[in-house]
């Protein structure tokens, strides 16, 4: 079972990327999932999370009206698409399934997601 992240890059501020996770060995559908980020020095936190249905998703405050999570069921799918990056932005991107959630509802705690892709770098230079 893996979560496989790809789409990150170095891109300029104010530029936009697309991140991509596509998941294999088992069926995320019913799963929430999640993208999370750590930068050097931090700890990891939630972007984004979106329920199994995609009709509820939830952001940071600090990537609101800039980042956008979205899922494609029949493909195992989810994104990140990221615009107007900031400097602060750079980190590595991490994305998630919660297989135990029940009803339409996404945690926005690390701890329960227990699927985990190995992360995908994004750096925004200024």
């Known amino acids: 079972v893996r979560l496989v992240e790809s789409g990150g890059g170095l891109v300029q501020a104010g530029g936009s990327l697309r991140l991509s996770c596509a998941g294999s060995?088992?069926?995320?559908?019913?799963?929430?999932m999640a993208w999370f980020r750590q930068a050097p020095g931090k700890e990891r936190e939630l972007v984004s999370a979106i329920t199994w249905s995609g009709g509820r998703s939830y952001y940071a405050d600090s990537v609101k009206c800039r980042f956008a999570i979205f899922r494609d069921n029949a493909k195992n799918a989810v994104y990140l698409q990221m615009k107007s990056l900031k400097p602060e932005d750079t980190a590595v991107y991490y994305c998630?399934?919660?297989?135990?959630?029940?009803?339409?509802?996404?945690?926005?705690?690390?701890?329960?997601?227990?699927?985990w892709g190995k992360g995908t770098q994004v750096t925004v230079y200024s």
């Open positions: 060995g088992r069926t995320f559908s019913r799963d929430a």
């Open positions: 998630a399934a919660d297989s135990s959630i029940r009803g339409d509802y996404a945690s926005l705690r690390a701890l329960r997601y227990d699927y």
